[in-house]
């Protein structure tokens, strides 16, 4: 896995897990954890301070900023997919033409 492409599809989500975080004066972790429980999962984890990440839930709004972000990264995946099949495809092509 390319960690530095990861980092950047990302980002978009760590930036708004923190700035949901700087409310509350929680960080992204703790945010995290409340947002997975907001989708209705159950977060398995090893967190060393389980009060604070889960004594509190997301507001609504927060989790709306939340799943704005993450649909940003998730189509930033999808268009990079399409980009990587187009150049496969056309370096078959060209494979076959003989260039």
């Known amino acids: 896995m390319d960690l530095e492409a990861c980092g950047v599809r990302v980002a978009p989500v760590v930036a708004a897990q923190r700035a949901v975080g700087a409310r509350r004066g929680e960080g992204p972790a703790e945010v995290g954890l409340n947002w997975v429980l907001a989708k209705g999962a159950l ?17 609504p709004k927060a989790v709306a900023a939340l799943e704005g972000a993450a649909e940003a990264a998730r189509a930033w995946r999808l268009r ?4 990587s099949a187009r150049r496969k495809s056309s370096l ?5 033409s003989g260039c």
């Open 43 to 59: 977060p398995v984890v090893g967190v060393c301070c389980v009060h604070r990440a889960l004594g509190w839930r997301l507001a």
């Open 80 to 83: 990079a997919r399409r980009r």
């Open 92 to 96: 078959g092509t060209a494979m076959k």
